[in-house]
């Protein structure tokens, strides 16, 4: 089992920036790929960015593409996202996500996403 671990989220402003970390446990983080997924009340689930095993490659929704940025550090077990210029409409808890390991496409999809963290919250004031 892998347990992932979110935080980092709060309340800001607009133009602000924040950085979310999600600590994994155990010793297949570097086997699979991560993602980053969000839900404001009364949406879906929807995806915000992934990076790859060794974080060579990240992929990141249209919506955050320039301001976001996913990344990886596999010695310390956890993956980060440096959210700047936040937007009122960023406002949404925040989720970590682990691909199956050794798999080597990204999805945007949640169900291509093995384990979960619990979220945490991120509120972008205007």
């Known amino acids: 089992q892998v347990q992932l671990v979110e935080s980092g989220g709060g309340l800001v402003q607009a133009g602000d920036s924040l950085r979310l970390s999600c600590a994994a446990s155990?010793?297949?983080?570097?086997?699979?790929?991560m993602g980053w997924f969000r839900q404001a009340p009364g949406k879906v689930r929807a995806f915000v960015a992934a990076?790859?095993?060794?974080?060579?490659?990240?992929d990141y929704a249209d919506s955050v593409k320039g301001r976001f940025t996913i990344s990886r550090d596999n010695y310390k077990n956890t993956v980060y996202l440096q959210m700047n210029s936040l937007k009122p409409e960023d406002t949404a808890v925040y989720f970590c996500?682990?691909?199956?390991?050794?798999?080597?496409?990204?999805?945007?999809?949640?169900?291509?996403?093995?384990?979960w963290g619990q979220g945490t919250q991120v509120t972008v004031s205007s």
């Open positions: 155990g010793r297949t983080f570097s086997s699979r790929n």
């Open positions: 996500a682990a691909q199956r390991m050794g798999s080597t496409i990204l999805t945007r999809t949640t169900n291509g996403y093995e384990y």
């Open positions: 990076i790859t095993r060794g974080g060579a490659s990240t």
